[in-house]
């Protein structure tokens, strides 16, 4: 029962990572998305990583963070 249980987490957070991380733009200044994905992309480029699908959705992540504090900061 243990093992089934365990390899159905392993399976779902396979699963769930493989998904793609979409740029949350939608109703955003072009400027400031710009702007902001430059920044995001300075912090991936000191990570070295070597995939570049990896580095997008990382970079797409750390942007959306920006996004979402500065959405609580206004």
Do not use: C, H
Not at 22 to 35: A, G, W
Not at 45 to 62: F, M, P, Q, S
């Amino acid at each position: 029962m243990k093992k089934i249980l365990i390899l159905s987490l392993l399976f779902i957070s396979g699963w769930m990572s493989a998904q793609a991380v979409d740029l949350n733009k939608e109703n955003r200044d072009p400027e400031y998305v710009k702007s902001i994905v430059s920044r995001s992309q300075k912090i991936v480029d000191k990570l070295g990583l070597t995939d570049a699908k990896t580095a997008e959705d990382v970079r797409n992540v750390i942007a959306n963070r920006y996004f979402e504090l500065n959405d609580i900061y206004e």
